[in-house]
Structures are given as C-alpha cells and as structure tokens.
C-alpha cells in the first residue's frame, strides 16, 4: 500500500480548527492539540445550550404571564388561566400572551376575563 503524506490535507485541518478558536486565551488559540480540545468542547456547549435556550424562554414566558395574571385578579392564578383559555378555545402560545402582558395589558386584561367567564 503507497504511503500518504496528507500534506495540504493536514494544513486545512488545522486552519479550520484554529480558524474556530480564534479569540480563546493563550494555548488554546495557538496549540493545535489543545485547541481541538477547546473546540470540541465549546462546540458541544453550544449544541446544548441551544436547547436549553428553548427552556429557559418557556420558563421566562410562564413567569411573565402569570405575573400579568396575578396582577390583574390576585386569586386567579397561570394554571386556571390557561385551563381558562383551553376551554375558551383560543389558539395563543405562551410567546404572544407574554408578549401581550408586558405591550397591550388592556387586551390581556381582556382574555383573562374570558377565561374566567370560560371556567364559571
């Protein structure tokens, strides 16, 4: 079997990695070695928090929501609110009724009512 020298190959490789580490401290920008091992890492962050990103938004969202909920009838709470708007029928996503709550609160006054009129 013909031996292979990689050559440009090799050069690529290594381009395209300290390309990514670029901006990292110390070695980790200039060692090949130890910045492949910077690299795999923050990119297998990234992939993670890329998720997590979902599920913070979500959490964020809920507290807003039942925050504007509470604001507006303080014995009213986000889970009868929702189970209101359910029976109610209306198709809003926690994103636009949080939206709503912090822009418009004359309209979100307006459908905690009609999940309040939805559940009585």
Same mark, same amino acid.
């Given at each position: 079997m013909p031996r292979v020298k990689r050559g440009s190959k090799r050069v690529q490789k290594r381009k395209k990695i300290l390309k990514l580490a670029k901006g990292y401290y110390g070695g980790k920008s200039k060692n090949h070695r130890i910045a492949?091992? #910077?690299v795999d890492r923050s990119l297998a962050y990234a992939y993670r928090d890329r998720k997590q990103k979902k599920r913070h938004f979500r959490? =964020?969202? %809920? =507290?807003? %929501?039942? #925050? $504007? /909920?509470?604001? %507006? !009838?303080? *014995?009213f709470s986000y889970s009868r609110f929702m189970a209101g708007l359910k +029976?109610?029928? *209306?198709? =809003?996503?926690? +994103? /636009? &009724? #949080? !939206? &709503?709550?912090?822009? !418009?609160?004359? $309209?979100?006054?307006?459908? /905690?009512?009609? $999940?309040?009129?939805? =559940?009585a």
């Open positions: 492949k091992q #910077a959490g =964020l969202w %809920i =507290l807003r %929501i039942n #925050a $504007a /909920v509470r604001e %507006i !009838d303080s *014995t +029976k109610a029928g *209306t198709e =809003l996503d926690r +994103k /636009v &009724l #949080a !939206d &709503l709550a912090v822009a !418009d609160s004359a $309209a979100f006054g307006r459908l /905690v009512e009609l $999940a309040r009129e939805a =559940l």
